[in-house]
Nanobody, 124 residues
Framework: QVQLVESGGGLVQAGSSLRLSCVDSGRTFSSFSMGWFRQAPGKEREFVAAISWGGASTRYADSVKGRFTISRDNAKSTLYLEMNSVKPEDTAVYYC?????????????????WGQGTQVTVSS
């Protein structure tokens, strides 16, 4: 059974760094792409970043490109999101999700399991 648990969120100042983690308690983590999404108050959930099952390919939203880095450790069944130079507009609940076996899609509907989310708040 897939269970995704995020951690690492918190309150930080603009310009600082933060690393989010997502642990999969199941046994199939290494077989699927993974993604990070976020949802700000009053807004729809949006794509942030995705990574292929082996980690060789990544994809980012334009708003985070060059600032955020997605990575994974399949031996630890853990997904990461390194967030640098954060901005107040990065404030949101961040979710990790399991994608398909092939490809690194950006659409929410292509992700089937979701974590409960971790709050990131960036103060100016």
């Amino acid at each position: 059974q897939v269970q995704l648990v995020e951690s690492g969120g918190g309150l930080v100042q603009a310009g600082s760094s933060l690393r989010l983690s997502c642990v999969d308690s199941g046994r199939t983590f290494s077989s699927f792409s993974m993604g990070w999404f976020r949802q700000a108050p009053g807004k729809e959930r949006e794509f942030v970043a995705a990574i292929s099952w082996g980690g060789a390919s990544t994809r980012y939203a334009d708003s985070v490109k060059g600032r955020f880095t997605i990575s994974r450790d399949n031996a630890k069944s853990t997904l990461y999101l390194e967030m640098n130079s954060v901005k107040p507009e990065d404030t949101a609940v961040y979710y990790c999700a399991r994608g398909p076996s092939y490809g690194i899609p950006t659409g929410l509907r292509q992700y089937d399991y979701w974590g409960q989310g971790t709050q990131v708040t960036v103060s100016s």
